[in-house]
C-alpha cells in the first residue's frame, strides 16, 4: 500500500509563503498523476493543481499563478510552493495520486479509490 506524507503546513500572514511537501513510500511518479487537494471548513474538498507522469501541470484558477507544483523524483516527493497567500486559501491540504483528477495510476499501483495522504493544516490570517 502506497502511504503519502504531507509536511510543510502552517500559519502565515496574508503576503507570505508557505512550500508543502508530500513524500511517497515507494516510487510512483512513472506511473501515476498527482494533485494537491483542499478542503475548507463547511466546504466541499477541491483540486488545487495537478502534475502528470509526464510533467504536465494544471492549475486552478483560484491559485494560478501563485502556487507551483513540482516533483523531485530522487526524493520521492511532491511539492506545491505556495505565495502571495490569501486568508482564502486556508483549509486542509492533502497530497493524492491516481485520483478521479488524475485518472488511476496504472500498473502495479492502479487502485480505483487512488491513495491520499492525511492532510495538513495551512491557515492564513490578515
Known amino acids: 500500500q502506497v502511504q503519502l506524507v504531507e509536511s510543510g503546513g502552517g500559519s502565515v500572514q496574508a503576503g507570505g509563503s508557505l512550500k508543502l511537501s508530500c513524500a511517497a513510500s515507494e516510487y510512483i511518479f512513472g506511473s501515476c498523476g498527482m494533485a494537491w487537494y483542499r478542503q475548507a471548513p463547511g466546504k466541499e474538498r477541491y483540486v488545487v493543481s495537478t502534475?502528470?507522469?509526464?510533467?504536465?501541470?494544471h492549475y486552478a484558477d483560484s491559485v494560478k499563478g501563485r502556487f507551483t507544483i513540482s516533483v523531485d523524483l530522487a526524493k520521492n516527493t511532491l511539492y506545491l510552493q505556495m505565495t502571495s497567500l490569501k486568508t482564502e486559501d486556508t483549509a486542509v491540504y492533502y497530497c493524492?495520486?491516481?485520483?478521479?483528477?488524475?485518472?488511476?495510476?496504472?500498473?502495479?499501483?492502479?487502485?480505483?479509490?487512488?491513495?491520499w495522504g492525511q492532510g495538513t493544516q495551512v491557515t492564513v490570517s490578515s
Open positions: 502534475i502528470t507522469s509526464d510533467g504536465t501541470t
Open positions: 493524492a495520486a491516481g485520483t478521479p483528477s488524475t485518472l488511476p495510476c496504472s500498473g502495479a499501483y492502479y487502485s480505483a479509490d487512488g491513495f
